[in-house]
C-alpha cells in the first residue's frame, strides 16, 4: 500500500457519505430537468472547458512563445552588430598593415589616455604588466568601447585579453579586463 493510499484512504472514508448524499441529490436534479436543459447544460460545459483551455493554457503559451521569439531576434540582431563590429576591426587592421604607423610600446599610455578621452571613456584602473598594459572600465559604453579597440588596432596596438561583463544599464558595460600591448 502506498503512502499516498494510507494518507487518502482515511479521508476518503469519512467523505464517502457526504459525496454519495451530493451525488444523488445532483442525479435527480439532472433527471428532474427537461431534455432541452440538459442539452443546454452540456454545451455550457463543452464551451466552459473549451474557454479554460484556450485562456489557461493556449493563450499564455502563445504569450511566452512570442516573448521567446522575440528576444532570440534581439539576441539575433546584437551577434549580427558584434560580428559586423569585428569585420570592421579585422579591416581596420588590415589597412594599418598597410602604412599606417604602429605604436609603440613607450607611447601606449598617451594613445590610451587620447582615445579614452576622445571617446569620454573613463579608466577605472591602468596597470602596466611586462610589455603589456591592463585597463579596467566600470562602466562603459558598448559603442565606445568598439570603437576605442578599432582605433587601437588601427595604430597597431594588440588585444591580447579582453573581459566584458554586462551592467544593469542598457548599451553599458563593464570591462574587467583589457590587456594590450604595442605591436612593435
Same mark, same amino acid.
Given at each position: ?38 442539452? $443546454?447544460?452540456? /454545451? ?8 479554460? !483551455?484556450?485562456?489557461?493554457?493556449? &493563450? +499564455?503559451? @502563445? =504569450? ?43 607611447? $601606449?599610455?598617451? /594613445? ?8 569620454? !571613456?573613463?579608466?577605472?584602473?591602468? &596597470? +602596466?604588466? @611586462? =610589455? ?53
Amino acid at each position: 500500500m502506498s503512502v499516498m493510499t494510507k494518507v487518502t484512504a482515511p479521508v476518503m472514508q469519512r467523505m464517502q457519505p457526504t459525496i454519495t448524499k451530493y451525488q444523488g441529490q445532483l442525479t435527480q436534479r439532472w433527471q428532474g430537468l427537461q431534455e432541452r436543459e440538459q442539452r $443546454l447544460i452540456q /454545451v455550457m460545459a463543452v464551451m466552459l472547458v473549451a474557454a479554460i !483551455l484556450w485562456f489557461g493554457i493556449w &493563450q +499564455p503559451l @502563445n =504569450e511566452r512563445e512570442a516573448r521567446a521569439q522575440m528576444q532570440l531576434q534581439g539576441q539575433y540582431e546584437t551577434q549580427r552588430f558584434v560580428a559586423q563590429q569585428i569585420s570592421q576591426v579585422l579591416y581596420a587592421r588590415a589597412n594599418q598593415r598597410q602604412g599606417v604607423q604602429a605604436v609603440r610600446a613607450d607611447q $601606449l599610455n598617451s /594613445v590610451v589616455n587620447q582615445l579614452t578621452g576622445q571617446l569620454e !571613456l573613463e579608466v577605472s584602473r591602468s &596597470q +602596466p604588466q @611586462n =610589455e603589456s598594459l591592463v585597463l579596467v572600465f566600470n562602466e562603459a559604453q558598448f559603442n565606445a568601447l568598439l570603437q576605442f579597440i578599432q582605433q587601437l588596432s588601427e595604430r597597431g596596438v594588440v588585444i591580447e585579453n579582453l573581459d566584458v561583463a554586462e551592467s544593469n544599464t542598457t548599451g553599458v558595460v563593464r570591462v574587467r579586463r583589457l590587456q594590450i600591448r604595442a605591436a612593435g
